[in-house]
């Protein structure tokens, strides 16, 4: 059964007194790809980093399995972060190192400072690196320095550099927002097919409704740090959309995916 992911209660006050979240529950309790949904400036990207407290949260609890995250001191948090792993919008890659080096480094919360330093790593973790560039389409890459592949290809090594970590749970943010239409559905393809085939749940900040509904099992709706919507992708409506987004015309992105899904089904 896959790892539960529990959250109670979540609320984050900046100190301008901004409420980014507001008492924001839910659980996950299978291996499904959550997509998050909403305006800018619904909390979206927030709720995915007080999971794993890259931004603290002001109070509720997150439970992960029997780890009750908001709990942990420094030293535990970091073990902690090594069931969580983490995809970024901006890729997060170490632009002057390898392919090779950025999945490398997922494994540095298993290992000894002089270990990474050094770079002596396991015989099974490189064969780890190198079954993993051949499940994303990046075989031959591993010597290839990161600031020389393509929007496309950085996000797939940061997809794979997550997974070396053998985490319980992904957190996804924005990760198709620097990129183009057929690229963005090509790496939620690779990112939903991962997490199915590793028996994962996954939650996905997306801003794209129509990729979110094409490829993902469950819908998490924000509006103004609340959730205004719990349901799967079939659940998505025009009023669903307005109670999320507001008022507006959404019947050409209802049309467009049902024209989508009827096309992937072919």
């Known amino acids: 059964m896959s790892i539960i992911l529990k959250i109670t209660d979540l609320t984050k006050t900046y100190p301008t007194g901004t409420k980014a979240l507001e008492g924001v529950s839910f659980t996950v309790d ?54 969580m792993g983490m995809i970024f919008q901006e890729y997060n890659l170490v632009e002057r190192l390898t392919v090779m080096e950025n999945l490398l480094s997922g494994r ?100 794209d409704v129509g990729l979110a509904q094409a490829f993902c099992d469950r819908i998490i709706g924000l509006t103004a740090g609340k959730i205004v919507f719990d349901g799967s992708t079939r659940q998505i409506t025009e009023q669903v959309l307005t109670d999320i987004y507001g008022e507006e015309d959404w019947s050409s992105t209802i049309r467009k995916i049902e024209e989508e899904n009827e096309v992937g089904a072919e």
């Open 108 to 207: 540095l919360g298993y290992v000894g400072f002089w270990t990474s330093y050094r770079r002596k790593f396991s015989k099974k973790d490189f064969a780890d690196a190198f079954e993993l560039l051949e499940r994303v389409g990046l075989s031959g890459y591993q010597n290839t320095r990161a600031d020389a592949l393509s929007g496309g290809e950085r996000q797939r090594v940061g997809i794979s550099r997550a997974l070396m970590q053998q985490p319980d749970l992904l957190l996804v943010d924005e990760p198709t927002a620097s990129l183009d239409p057929k690229t963005s559905r090509q790496i939620m393809r690779l990112i939903v097919e991962l997490a199915h085939e590793r028996g994962m749940p996954a939650l996905v900040n997306i801003h």
């Open 30 to 83: 299978k291996p499904q790809v959550v997509a998050i949904i909403g305006p800018s400036g619904a909390g979206k990207s927030t709720l995915i980093r007080c999971i794993n407290r890259l931004v603290e949260a002001s109070s509720g609890e997150v439970l992960l399995g029997n780890t009750d995250i908001l709990s942990l001191n420094s030293r535990q948090l970091r073990r902690a972060r090594r069931q």
